[in-house]
């Protein structure tokens, strides 16, 4: 499989490097001693089952606190979904995410979320199967309370044919430890 870089691609990763270049300003590096001290983890765990069909998701997440304001940090994402006599499918993926807390309520965020979808259709149906990248540039915003925040992202680059998202808003609950 071959990665080009699109339009698309070129778009999403100039707007994440100009949102952390414009907060970089507020960075400031701690002693090495003191690194693990701003490191914080979390992520997602999702499942779903039904009558003939199964979803499973793993996100895990760790983020970097520069300050009270700033953090920047990375994720990876696997998901398995599987219904009976129609399809199965993996999602594999990283993410890259900026959070910026003008106040201490309000949370917004930019992440850039690159994803390879295989989807394997059952052979009756006549579907042939698929495997690509899917691109998502999520920005959003909440409300933030401690270690949680919850709000609303969209995707900016959402493509309906494509994406494994049904729409291109999407609530979120953050919980970083």
């Known amino acids: 499989m071959r990665f080009t870089l699109n339009k698309k691609h070129f778009i999403s990763v100039l707007t994440l490097l100009i949102y952390v270049s414009t907060f970089a300003q507020f960075q400031t590096t701690p002693p090495p001693?003191?690194?693990?001290?701003?490191?914080?983890?979390?992520?997602?765990?999702?499942?779903?089952?039904?009558d003939g069909f199964f979803s499973g998701t793993l996100a895990p997440s760790a983020i970097?606190?520069?300050n009270e304001q700033v953090s920047l940090g990375v994720g990876l994402?696997?998901?398995y979904n599987s219904r009976k006599d129609f399809y199965k499918s993996t999602v594999f993926g990283g993410s890259l995410i900026g959070l910026f807390n003008p106040i201490q309520a309000i949370q917004l965020s930019a992440e850039f979320?690159?994803?390879?979808v295989s989807r394997?259709?059952?052979?009756?149906?006549?579907?042939?199967d698929e495997n690509y990248w899917y691109p998502a540039l999520f920005l959003g915003a909440g409300y933030r309370t401690r270690n949680v925040?919850?709000?609303?992202?969209?995707?900016?680059?959402?493509?309906?044919d494509k994406s494994i998202y049904a729409d291109p808003w999407a609530p979120?609950?953050?919980?970083?430890?």
């Open 33 to 50: 001693d003191d690194f693990w001290n701003h490191v914080r983890f979390g992520g997602g765990i999702g499942l779903s089952f039904g």
């Open 64 to 66: 970097y606190e520069f």
């Open 77 to 79: 994402n696997g998901t």
């Open 113 to 116: 979320e690159e994803l390879n």
């Open 120 to 128: 394997n259709w059952d052979d009756r149906l006549g579907v042939s």
């Open 149 to 160: 925040a919850v709000g609303i992202r969209y995707d900016v680059l959402y493509d309906k």
């Open 172 to 177: 979120f609950v953050r919980v970083y430890f």
